[in-house]
């Protein structure tokens, strides 16, 4: 399944989630801050490290799709990335699908 969101502490920022660190992203005016910008980047190699060790079987954490959503036209022709997002959303607890 899913791996766990990587927390780091970044200046300017104090502790960062993938979460809050798309909150900061998606907020900032003017462009996104570097710090800010490194850390999802380094977030985004680890998920994607996840994907390739198990292309066929991994399935993305919610912060993992989310950070996948922010990067979306980055994945927008790999056949992988549109595998993981389909077994996210078949695996989501919550989701339409699982609702009567």
């Known amino acids: 399944m899913g791996g766990s969101s990587p927390a780091a502490e970044v200046d300017g920022y104090g502790h960062l989630t993938i ?14 801050d570097p710090a800010v910008a490194r850390y999802l980047e380094l977030c985004l190699h680890k ?15 919610k912060d993992e799709f989310a950070l996948f959503n922010y ?19 078949d695996n989501h607890v919550g989701s339409a699908a699982g609702v009567q």
């Open 19 to 32: 979460q809050r660190a798309l909150d900061i992203a998606r907020n900032s005016e003017g462009g996104v």
């Open 71 to 89: 990067y979306r036209q980055r994945f927008q022709d790999s056949p992988v990335a549109q595998r993981a997002i389909q077994r996210f959303w």
């Open 47 to 61: 998920v994607w490290a996840r994907l390739h060790a198990h292309p066929d079987s991994y399935v993305l954490s």
